[in-house]
């Protein structure tokens, strides 16, 4: 009975509170301004959507760009919802003190929880009517986008619906402790900024880095908007209202009751203390839990990442090691560590323990612009400079020998690096990429994580007859494609562990694929043998000759069944010379091969042939013309000159052993080069590199690159015009009219009451 009797005072407060909200000009006018503003959020976003239909742009994944995209409704309203509150919350309780009405509540029978909790469920209700304005307009868009995804749309309002909820009780204690309304909205807004602002305090120290950046609000409703519901933001929300609400109620116990002032703050710092710590503990990555309620799981790793990662042994090290002289040294600060951490998110959720460090040193680096703010300085002299300006401490930032003694990261070019390694001693480099995204994507981390469990796949690259070197730089030769350490597409970040090998067995036995890139000169009878025997064994190879070397390569490609043409093959074409081969691959993409000769099937072929790469219809054989910038060449056909579409690459396949072995030809070099690869022409966009990856994909057996491919977006069309953006509008003008009309008809009825 005296349950119900409490419920029974916190109702009739909560709606006396509701009635005077609703009688009041403020609340209206909120509402009022708020669907305005929320109109002209919904209406950029609905204008963006038409004019990309109109302009038949490619659209997807509709949802996530109405909701959260960089003009997104949920991400753009959050950032809004701190001015409206303060106006509500401000004469809660300031009202009360400033009439004298405290001191009927006071003597009558009611508790200061009742007092706090009827008018913090008013807040609660109002709150609902604001979050029922957005759920109108986030309606209009389910209406206009194909295939909306409510599920994101669902998680996105809960979490806005929380922050209003935090920002409340917030705006209720601060009007509890001061009789003056404006004091009561301005300390609420200085005490909503100082939570968005605790995230950077602290932050190059560890454990108060964890505290404040727990206690901070910002970006509180990120996950939710994007469609995840994570415990640790959940239980921040209903921590922060429950301790606001607490310390109300405790201040106004202390108010009637004149408490000593010192045991006052002492249980105030306990509660704090209390609420932090219970925060601090359910934020650890083993007391989390997600819910990824997005149709495509887009904030959850793919599931082969999942698979990877319960395949590992033990808990996992992932050590960043970062030369503080390096242009990405701002990434993982001791003040940046949290958000460094957060790109890893998706990985700690099924790896718990996974445990970060991170190792300061200096060495000479990259970054041009570095030393040209510094000239004439060592390095030593430079990061005492840049320490200075960063806040790092000189003692915790290793020397140049001290970081060698350590790890030899000279290969990496002391670049800004991590390592993951496992308790049993496996270790594999994780890079930061030269491009707009610099962290590594879940392919790269799981394509790291995958070797800790296989190894990766043995990539060799024969050498000792002047191949094209896979490592070094220079125009002819295969590093950027294979091993540019800071280049995300490069083998070597996607599984690949290329390495040099000679044609002798023992080299061979070590490789899962095999790489022949124009050899400048023959291979004895010895190293022939070798490469047979690898070939017989059911080994994967990747060849690619040069026209005027083809020779060298026939004692290898003629035993399969497969003959380099004499000539070159040449296109008339108006930009580009005439032996530049725009090549076609079956799915239609252009792959540049600057000089090549076609691929002939001999009758004695015992593979499975599948065309890789074909030349285009008006190409030909060239026998003649060798000097193709002074000469234009022409078809001559009495000089066995052939005219047609040829294969310029190909595959060969068969069985051995139970096993898939596949043989990659092509018949020019250039197109993996190093200046091929980054060369840019207008107007052009080849598919070299997607090329190569896909082929040592399957080269692999599919074992790397990790695919990390989600289901296809359902949400990639929208059922509106420009037309009906101008009713839109009209529609959204007639809503917030709607409600002026609302309220002056309640201003008129009031009136002749």
């Known amino acids: 009975m005296k349950t119900s009797g409490n419920h029974s005072i916190i109702r009739h407060i909560a709606r006396t509170e509701l009635q005077s909200l609703f009688y009041s000009p403020v609340a209206w006018l909120i509402l009022i301004v708020f669907s305005f503003q929320c109109s002209q959020l919904m209406l950029r976003i609905a204008e963006s959507l038409a004019v990309q239909k109109a302009m038949n742009y490619t659209l997807s994944d509709l949802t996530t760009f109405a909701l959260y995209g960089q003009i997104g409704f949920f991400r753009e309203l959050q950032s809004y919802l701190y001015l409206y509150i303060p106006l509500l919350t401000m004469g809660l309780m300031s009202s009360e003190y400033a009439s004298g009405s405290i001191r009927l509540l006071y003597s009558s029978p009611v508790r200061n929880r009742e007092i706090i909790l009827g008018k913090y469920v008013a807040m609660m209700v109002f709150g609902a009517v604001m979050l029922g304005i957005v759920v109108l307009y986030t309606l209009y868009a389910a209406v206009i986008i194909e295939s909306f995804d409510m599920a994101t749309a669902l998680s996105g309002l809960l979490g806005l619906y929380l922050l209003i909820c935090t920002y409340a009780a917030i705006g209720l204690f601060m009007s509890c402790i001061t009789s003056y309304q404006v004091v009561a909205a301005v300390g609420t807004l200085v005490l909503l900024a100082a939570l968005r602002y605790l995230r950077h305090v602290g932050q190059s120290v560890d454990f108060v880095r964890d505290i404040t950046y727990w206690l901070s609000i910002d970006g509180r409703c990120d996950e939710f908007i994007r469609g995840l519901i994570c415990s640790e933001d959940l239980v921040y929300f209903l921590l922060v209202i429950a301790l606001f609400l607490v310390l109300a109620v405790n201040w106004l ?81 001791p003040s940046n560590k949290i958000n460094d951490q957060l790109h890893f998110e998706q990985y700690t959720r099924f790896c718990p323990d996974m445990e970060f460090r991170y190792v300061y040193y200096y060495n000479h680096s990259t970054d041009s612009r570095l030393y040209g703010r510094y000239p004439g300085l060592t390095d030593r002299e430079i990061m005492k400079k840049e320490a200075v300006a960063q806040r790092l401490d000189t003692a915790q930032i290793l020397s140049p020998a001290q970081i060698d003694a350590l790890i030899d ?32 994507s879940e392919a790269e981390t799981s394509a790291s994580l995958k070797q800790l469990v296989d190894g990766g796949v043995r990539t ?25 350490r800071n280049y995300r597409h490069a083998l070597i970040n996607q599984g690949f562990v290329p390495h040099r090998v000679t044609a002798r067995d023992r080299d061979l036995d070590s490789c899962s694929i095999l790489v022949i890139v124009d050899p400048l000169e023959p291979f004895n009878e010895e190293e022939l043998a070798a490469v047979r025997r690898y070939i017989d064994r059911g080994g994967n190879l990747f060849i690619a000759g040069d026209a005027p070397r083809q020779r060298l390569l026939e004692p290898l490609l003629e035993p399969l069944g497969v003959r380099m043409s004499r000539g070159l093959v040449v296109a008339p074409q108006e930009d580009y010379s005439y032996d530049f081969v725009l090549a076609r691959t079956a ?39 060798t ?19 040829m294969p310029l690459g190909v595959r060969l396949s ?11 030809l092509f018949s020019d070099a250039d197109f993996m080069s190093n200046a091929e690869l980054k060369t840019w022409r207008e107007n052009l966009r080849s598919a070299n590199n997607n090329l190569l990856i896909s082929l040592f994909g399957e080269l692999s057996n599919g074992e790397y690159p990790i695919d990390v491919r989600r289901e296809p977006t359902l949400d990639n069309d929208v059922s509106l015009t420009l037309y009906g953006v101008k009713i839109t509008q009209g529609c959204f003008y007639a809503f917030s009219l709607l409600l002026v009309g609302a309220y002056v008809a309640i201003w008129i009825y009031r009136r002749r009451r």
């Open 460 to 484: 060799g690259f024969l050498s000792g007859h002047g191949e094209r070197d896979f490592e070094r730089d220079g125009d002819r030769n295969l590093r950027y494609f294979s091993a540019e």
């Open 253 to 333: 116990e202390d108010v009637r009751q004149k408490s000593d002032k010192g045991r006052a703050v002492w249980r105030y710092a306990a509660i704090l203390v209390v609420t932090v710590g219970v925060g601090y503990l359910t934020s650890r990555p083993s007391m989390k839990c997600f819910w990824d309620v997005t149709h495509t799981r887009q904030q959850t790793l793919t599931p082969n990442s999942q698979r990877i990662v319960s395949q590992l042994d033990g808990p996992i090290v992932m050590t960043t090691y970062v030369n503080v002289l390096d242009d990405f040294r701002w990434t993982v600060l």
């Open 587 to 625: 799915g239609g993409e252009v792959v540049t091969m600057p000089s090549a000769t076609g691929l002939e099937i001999l009758p004695d072929c015992r593979f499975q042939v599948d065309t890789l790469l074909t030349s285009t219809p008006d190409s030909w054989l060239e026998l003649r013309t």
């Open 654 to 664: 068969r069985t051995v052993d139970g096993h898939r072995q596949q043989i990659v």
């Open 627 to 645: 000097d193709f910038v002074a000469e234009q060449p022409r078809f001559e056909p009495e000089a066995g000159e052939r005219m047609g579409v």
């Open 409 to 440: 990261l000279s290969s990496e070019r002391y670049r800004v690096v991590r390592t993951v390694e496992t308790p049993n001693g496996r270790k594999a480099f994780l890079r930061m990429f030269d491009d707009m995204w610099i962290y590594p």
